[in-house]
């Protein structure tokens, strides 16, 4: 999905980031409204490669860390506090599969409600079954058990997790489909309810 790379404030250079031009080396007073992506400097899409994230994020930190602002004026050292927060918000959202997918949904989603506690067909009762099954589990103390468990379980949470690029590359070539946006909000209900049974799991690792 294209996206505008609006100029710097001050040298006019087209901008990677909206939080600082890597031009003159200036911060910028980034709109109220911005986006994680605009923060980050990519489209919205949730196909985005973790090893331009992670440099984008390296070198944005880098610029914008507080440290370097110390004998700056108050506003401006106040505007990198703001800068390195959100910076850290939308890594750490945009880094996360799942956390991504939540976002980019409601993003692009916005104005349509959404239910928030569907799930796949038959997928409740199955996880009355695994509950129970591990309760029984966590009284025994079997840590086999518990170990082939936890692995089971995030099978599952992956082949959700798998499902997401494939549903969001439908929506964008469907922008207006209704369907689509509630079929990711039941997949990531889905993946929420596996991943709080695996969290009761104790890592043997």
């Given amino acids: 999905m294209a996206f505008d790379q609006p100029a710097c404030n001050k040298c006019e250079t087209t901008l990677v980031s909206q939080l600082f031009c890597f031009s003159c080396k200036t911060l910028q007073h980034f709109p109220k409204g911005i986006d994680f992506f605009e923060v980050l400097g990519f489209p919205v899409s949730f196909e985005i490669k973790s090893a331009e994230l992670e440099l984008r994020y390296q070198e944005l930190s880098l610029e914008l860390h507080p440290d370097f602002y110390g004998s700056s004026s ?24 799942t956390l991504r997918a939540d976002y980019i949904l409601h993003l692009l989603a916005k104005k349509q409600k959404l239910d928030e506690r569907s799930l796949p067909e038959g997928f409740l009762a199955k996880m009355f079954f695994m509950q129970e099954k591990l309760d029984e589990l966590l009284d025994s103390g079997n840590t086999v058990k518990l170990s082939s468990m936890r692995k089971d379980l995030q099978k599952k949470k992956r082949d959700i997790e798998a499902d997401f690029a494939p549903l969001f590359r439908k929506y964008e070539d469907n922008p207006e489909d209704t369907v689509i946006p509630q079929q990711l ?5 889905a993946e929420r309810y596996l991943r709080r049974l695996i969290e009761r799991i104790p890592a043997t690792d």
Avoid: C, D, G, V
């Fill in 74 to 97: 108050e506003s401006e050292k106040l505007l990198s506090e703001t800068t390195t927060a959100i910076l850290n918000s939308a890594y750490k959202t945009l880094r996360e599969p």
């Fill in 185 to 189: 909000q039941t997949h990531l209900n």
